[in-house]
């Protein structure tokens, strides 16, 4: 049976911790070491640029009206080219039209629960939606089906996008609903190229999950720990010395709100004013990005309204998204933009 690798590769990890025994840290160690050990050559190289993008079948989810739907996301293998794929042979579907709703301007890494697919008439567990992506030459597939084993929730989005450690869950967390956010109505919608836009979003959230700043007290007592463990303060200046922590990848909370582009020109270049918090997972340090290390929301104002400056490059029709994140779940609204010489 054909699946998303990604979805997989999550599976597969927590059926191994369940089976022996290891916690989550401890599998990942061992399987670390095991794949170190035969050759140092064997390690993941990362990328720039020059790579493509795997589409991912992330699951499926059930509405309340009982509708049935597709999740899908991708992994951009690049660390900062981001690609646009026009919708066609190279960025369709097998059944029905070949636009589904998917993005044609793809951003790094990895971008999970993008989009998602009503689940045609008919549909049975062994039949297949599959979505195909061709970039830098290479075509890639993702497979969705309404195998059991696949169904998704709130929960499993917040564990899957690093919000909450895998397998873990609270009655804050099952309580948590995703924000709300609204575009406010646009005065022109046809702009010229290289002239400023004014957008402003309006966003509400139930304050669900809080943000957890560490107190005074066990900041010093972390220092204090450091002080006497040469070791673990080496691991801390290094984290390549530290063994995994998590099966999942780790994510900041807080509400937040990002602008991207979802569809757009070939090599258009949208600027945001002022820079938008990266909707994509860049886990490195000092990025603008609620999976890098200390990061942290900025302060939403009490209104919920903040106005953004976008400006476009190229001539063309723009579909821009923003995005509400609690840090657990998040809500989208698109606008068109059309943008002339």
């Not at 997989?8 to 369940?18: H, K, M, V």
Request: charged share 20%.
């Amino acid at each position: 049976m054909k699946r998303s690798v990604w979805r997989i590769a999550d599976c597969a990890l927590r059926r191994a911790q369940g089976a022996l025994g290891f916690s989550k840290a401890g599998l990942l160690w061992i399987g670390a070491a095991a794949l170190i050990a035969p050759s140092l050559g064997a390690q993941s190289l990362s990328y720039t640029k020059g790579q493509n993008i795997s589409p991912a079948y992330e699951g499926w989810e059930q509405a309340s009206d009982g509708s049935k739907y597709f999740l899908f996301g991708y992994m951009n293998r690049n660390w900062e080219e981001e690609i646009d794929v026009p919708i066609g042979p190279e960025n369709g579907f097998n059944v029905g039209s070949a636009d589904q709703g998917q993005p044609t301007h793809f951003l790094p890494r990895r971008n999970r629960f993008v989009f998602r697919v009503k689940v045609p008439n008919g549909f049975g567990e062994k039949d297949e939606l599959i979505w195909t992506l061709t970039t830098h030459g290479k075509t890639e597939k993702a497979f969705a089906t309404l195998r059991p084993d696949y169904v998704i929730d709130d929960v499993v989005k917040a564990s899957e996008t690093g919000a909450l450690g895998a397998g873990t869950s609270s009655p804050e967390v099952r309580a948590n609903k995703p924000p709300s956010v609204h575009i406010q109505e646009i005065k022109a919608r046809t702009v010229k190229a290289g002239e400023p836009l004014t957008v402003v979003s309006e966003v509400k959230d139930d304050g669900i999950p809080k943000r957890r700043t560490p107190s005074l007290a066990t900041l010093q007592a972390a220092q204090a720990r450091l002080a006497q463990d040469p070791v673990l303060a080496a691991q801390v200046r290094n984290p390549s010395m530290a063994p995994p922590s998590r099966i999942t990848v780790g994510k900041n909370v807080g509400l937040h709100v990002s602008w991207f582009v979802y569809r757009g020109p070939i090599n258009a270049k949208v600027t945001f004013d002022p820079p938008q918090v990266k909707p994509w997972e860049d886990t490195r340090a000092g990025a603008n990005s609620p999976w890098a290390p200390v990061w942290a929301a900025p302060k939403i104002p009490e209104d919920g309204l903040q106005p953004v400056q976008v400006t476009f490059s190229e001539p063309g029709t723009y579909v821009l998204r923003c995005r509400a994140d609690d840090g657990a779940l998040v809500a989208d609204e698109e606008v068109t933009i059309v943008v002339v010489r």
